[in-house]
């Protein structure tokens, strides 16, 4: 998994989705990639961009003659939209005109310019319970209820969507918190068997291992049940059920907010399971999927806390920095799908400068919930991510959290690896790990514990 993970990083993207491609012949993968080109094709036409109007992206191997920036001192000068400043260019006095006012500002430009917005009418999730079982992780007692969430197809009826969720709690315990990640639940290399696929070093538990010693739960649901990680299955899915099999409109919504859709639906379903406490759930992901988790937390109140994972561009680093992956990146047929169509504008007739937001004012919208951003080491996990470049949004949320009298970083200096900025409501740590949550799980649990509280070992 992490192998497959760190492959994908390297050799930059083509269209290609985990669970989706494995496994497919190359005639399959073939064919998929071609209804993708015609997707992504399609899309360039209705935003009125020939395929010479749109910038290429530099390339994610470093030996390559186009590869992507990785020196700081050729990161470009830029300047950061302000969250705290209207559009009429008022200044927001206090978290009161942040939450009334500005925020919806910030979250409309998300929503028209980058994510795409949520169909009027979305049909209802019925979740049903597959299997409950009294099991192990690890050698602790847990429950464990495999779920699936049957969307209602009835104004399509010959395209169907089940969501696949796992919900493992300590056993005989009351309701207890839960960590969400959107991932695996059976590793794609190995279906059997459901064993949890430990992202940590073999010298320390699994993260699963971790949340339950700690009388936590977790859960995993599984994005592509959700919506296809490609642009071939735009016309299945949720987005593809929502437009009746036809293909999207510019502003339609993304696989990104389209799997954060499917985390608050798993919410919804958590708020009547007598093992969870809803009040307390946090979202955690890595790469895409941690791109997909601060999404889900910046669209969704009911997340508690968040574990965002290497989320790189497109997620919590700033899209207008010049180092590692670039917005022209996020715009070819490899990406586009997480996006809405109208996103690839910025790789042609903008610039990631003309943005009205920038990756700062994502985080800002989780304000005041604490959030924690991850990251690896360039030596292993490399440069495309942008470690510093989620540092510099993770510090430039600061302004927002502040005016709820929460905690920054604390610096805006970027630390020394390993360094865990934890103090506050936003926290950072870049791990000496390649590209996993892995080595970040124990000081997000203990950073996690300041508020949840109750931790069995307190
Ligand atoms: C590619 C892509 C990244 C993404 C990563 C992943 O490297 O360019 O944006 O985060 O795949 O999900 O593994």
Same mark, same amino acid.
């Given at each position: 998994m992490m192998k497959f993970l760190t492959c994908l990083l390297m050799t930059g993207c083509v269209a290609f989705s985990a669970s989706a491609q494995f496994g497919l012949t190359p005639a399959q993968r073939d064919s998929l990639n071609k209804l993708t080109a015609a997707d992504h094709a399609d899309m360039l036409q209705q935003l009125g961009i020939t395929a010479g109007q749109l910038r290429k992206g530099p390339s994610g191997n470093p030996k390559d003659p186009n590869a992507a920036n990785s020196s700081e001192a050729k990161v470009n000068q830029y300047n950061l939209p302000d969250p705290l400043t209207f559009k009429n260019g008022q200044k927001v006095k206090n978290a009161r005109e942040w939450t009334e006012k500005r925020r919806p500002e910030i979250a409309a430009d998300?929503?028209?310019? =980058?994510?795409?917005?949520?169909?009027?009418? =979305? %049909?209802a999730v019925n979740w049903q319970i597959v299997s409950d079982k009294d099991t192990l992780v690890g050698n602790q007692a847990i429950r464990q209820k495999i779920l699936k969430g049957i969307v209602d197809n *009835?104004?399509?009826p010959s395209m169907k969507v089940e969501i696949s969720l796992l919900l493992t709690t300590p056993a005989s315990a009351p309701a207890v918190p839960v960590v969400l990640e959107f991932g695996f639940i059976r590793s794609p290399f190995n279906p059997g068997p459901i064993k949890p696929i430990g992202l940590g070093s073999a010298a320390e538990p699994t993260?699963?291992?971790?949340?339950?010693s700690r009388g936590w739960g977790y859960a995993i649901i599984e994005p592509a049940s959700i919506q296809a990680d490609n642009g071939a299955g735009l016309t299945a899915g949720i987005i593809g059920l929502v437009n009746k099999g036809r293909r999207r409109k510019p502003t339609d919504w993304g696989a990104l907010r389209a799997w954060a859709w499917g985390a608050s639906r798993a919410i919804d379903y958590f708020e009547k399971d007598k093992n969870v406490d809803a009040k307390r759930i946090a979202i955690e992901g890595l790469s895409r999927y941690g791109k997909a988790a601060i999404v889900a937390m910046a669209f969704e109140p009911r997340i508690s806390l968040g574990f965002i994972g290497s989320s790189g561009a497109g997620g919590a680093k700033i899209l207008r920095r010049i180092f590692g992956e670039q917005v !022209?990146?996020?715009?070819?047929?490899? !990406?586009?799908?997480?996006?809405?169509?109208?996103?690839?504008?910025?790789?042609?007739?903008?610039?990631?400068?003309d943005l009205p937001v920038?990756?700062?004012?994502?985080? *800002?919208?989780?304000? %005041?919930?604490?959030?924690?951003?991850?990251? /690896?080491? %360039?030596?292993? !996990?490399?440069?495309? =991510?942008? *470690?510093? /470049?989620?540092?510099?949004?993770a510090a430039h949320a600061d302004a927002?959290?502040?005016?709820?009298?929460?905690?920054?970083?604390?610096?805006?200096q970027f630390p020394k690896l390993g360094t865990p900025l934890v103090d506050g !409501?936003?926290?950072?740590?870049?791990?000496?790990?390649?590209?996993?949550?892995?080595?970040?799980?124990?000081?997000? =649990?203990?950073?996690?514990?300041?508020?949840w509280g109750d931790c069995k070992y307190d």
């Open positions: 998300f929503e028209t310019e =980058i994510y795409g917005k949520l169909p009027a009418q =979305i %049909p *009835a104004a399509f993260w699963q291992e971790q949340l339950i !022209e990146n996020l715009a070819s047929s490899g !990406e586009y799908h997480w996006f809405s169509g109208k996103f690839i504008q910025y790789a042609s007739k903008n610039t990631p400068d920038d990756a700062h004012e994502l985080i *800002a919208l989780c304000a %005041p919930r604490p959030v924690f951003i991850s990251a /690896g080491s %360039p030596q292993v !996990e490399g440069h495309w =991510i942008d *470690a510093r /470049g989620m540092f510099e949004a927002v959290y502040k005016l709820f009298g929460k905690k920054d970083l604390g610096t805006m !409501e936003i926290a950072f740590r870049q791990h000496a790990g390649g590209h996993s949550t892995g080595p970040n799980w124990s000081t997000w =649990i203990a950073w996690a514990c300041r508020y």
